[in-house]
Structures are given as C-alpha cells and as structure tokens.
C-alpha cells in the first residue's frame, strides 16, 4: 500500500487473497441471515404465522442473494473483473435487516404478540 | 429556504452534486447542478458545504436530475476504478455491519419472545424494541457508508467519518444499563 489515501496504489493492484476473504464474508453474511430467518420463523410461528413466514421469506432471500453474489464474484474475480459489486445488490441486501427489524416489531407491538 | 449562491458562483466546476437534502431546482440552475460537488447531510450544512472541485470530464455520467435529491445512480460511473484492494475491504466492512444489524436484531428477537417475562410490566419490549430499533437503521446506514467509501475512493478523496461506531457503541452500553435496571428492579 502507498500513501493513506484509499485508491493511491503503486503495486499494480493485485486482490491477492482479498477476493477470497470477500466471498467468505458474503457466506458468513448469507449464513447469519439464513440463521435469524430460522429463530424468527420458529419464534413467531406460533403466534403470528404470518409474521413468521414474511420474515422468514425475506431473510432467506437476502441469504440467497448474499451466497450467489459470493460464490460468482469469487469466480469472476478471480477471472479478472474485479468491479464492486452492484449497488442494487447492496441496497437489497441492506435491506433484508431493516425489513427484519420491522417485521419483528410489528409482531412484538401487536397485542396478541406482546 | 436554501441559500445557494456559493453553487452559482462554482459553475465552472464540472462533475456531480451530491446534496442529500430537498434542493429547489431554481436556486440552483442546471449548470451549477451539474457542475461541482457539494457533500452536505443537511439542508443546514449547505450553505456552508465545501465545494470540491473534480477533474474536467468531458462526458460525464447523467448522474443528476432537476429538483428533489440530486444523487448518482450508479456509484461504479464515477471516477476511476480503485485498487481492488479497498473495495474488496470496502464491501467486508458493509458486510460485517450488516452481521452486526442481524445480531441485533436476533437479539431484540430473543429479547422480546424467548426471555421470560420480566417483574416490570413491558419489561420486555422495553428492552428489546431499542435493538431491533437500532438494527434495522445500523443495516440501512451500513449501505450509505459502503457508498459513501466508494465514492471517495473512485474520486480519490478522503474517505469520509462515520459516527456509527460511537452510535453502536452508546447504545449497546445504554441497553445493557436498561437490562440491568430492569433485573434490578425485578429483584
């Protein structure tokens, strides 16, 4: 790395390793959402099943888009197209949390939940 | 109203307006729109935003649009492409806060369907709707801050501050003060 200022690169910009670090951290992402998809389906089945199947769709969703865009941008990088990833992909997949977090406190706020 | 003659007058700039606030399309003309950049959060930090002039492009990207929110559609139109390096760092980083979000999330979740109730009426929700609260924004500020990065990166600028750390931070430790209460009170 030269200087502080992202970008300034001297070194001809070889990812080395860091293709293969990304892709891991888009299998981890996909598995923590695939993860709270399953506490929010099982938690709130029983009370609010429709609740628990929206967060459940959305959050394995997100872990779909998250796994396919690791396992293809590790291979197409490697390949040598290197760009960053969509900014669609990113905002959706942004938005998996945040429609996760609403869903959950929409069913906790609903009386029957509470 | 917003003031806008400092965008008037830096018309010979060319490159992008980023101004994340409802500008009037009139107070600032299309020519001053198109033609510098202006980095503001709020619509009180325009009149004092910093205009940071770019290199002439002679094709730029149709990344601005009259009235409403002026913004780039596509980040990856902008600049030139960075070491892959930073990006790469760039998308773990987004990824490891959209993890932290979850995390939140899933405990806000535990918090308020699988602890048992708590002495404190609503004790529970109480305590749980803050994280579910907070993960949610966390995941939403997490893509602002991965674009923002990219941004800079691409127009070779400083990479710009983020409080989110602090933001998590004051509110993981005011949680933990509340549960603590609440068992306290419970006791």
Known sequence: MTGNRPGANGEGGQPGLAAERTALAWNRTALSFLGTGALAGRVLAGDALVVAVVATVVALGAAGLAWDHGRRSYGHRHGGRLAAPPPILIRAVALGPALLALVIAVATTTPRMG | ?187
């Open chain 2, 1 to 187: 109203m917003v003031v806008a003659p400092p965008l008037r007058n830096r018309a010979p700039y060319r490159g992008r307006v980023d101004l994340v606030a409802a500008i009037p399309a009139s107070s600032l003309g299309l020519r001053a729109k198109c033609t510098a950049t202006a980095v503001a959060s709020s619509a009180s930090q325009i009149p004092t935003a910093r205009l940071i002039p770019l290199r002439v492009d002679p094709a730029p990207p149709p990344t601005c649009f009259y009235g409403g929110v002026a913004r780039a559609r596509d980040v990856r139109s902008e600049g030139e492409e960075p070491d892959p390096r930073f990006s790469f760092a760039n998308e773990r980083t987004f990824l490891a806060w959209i993890r932290t979000s979850l995390a939140l999330i899933a405990g806000g979740l535990a918090v308020t369907q699988i602890l048992p109730p708590f002495d404190v009426p609503g004790g529970r929700r109480i305590l749980g709707l803050p994280l579910l609260a907070v993960g949610g924004i966390i995941s939403l500020r997490a893509y602002r801050r991965w674009e923002a990065s990219e941004r800079a990166m691409r127009l070779q600028q400083p990479l710009p501050a983020s409080n989110m750390l602090e933001v998590l931070s004051v509110v993981v430790a005011g949680i933990a003060v509340l549960a603590l209460g609440l068992v306290l009170l419970g006791t």
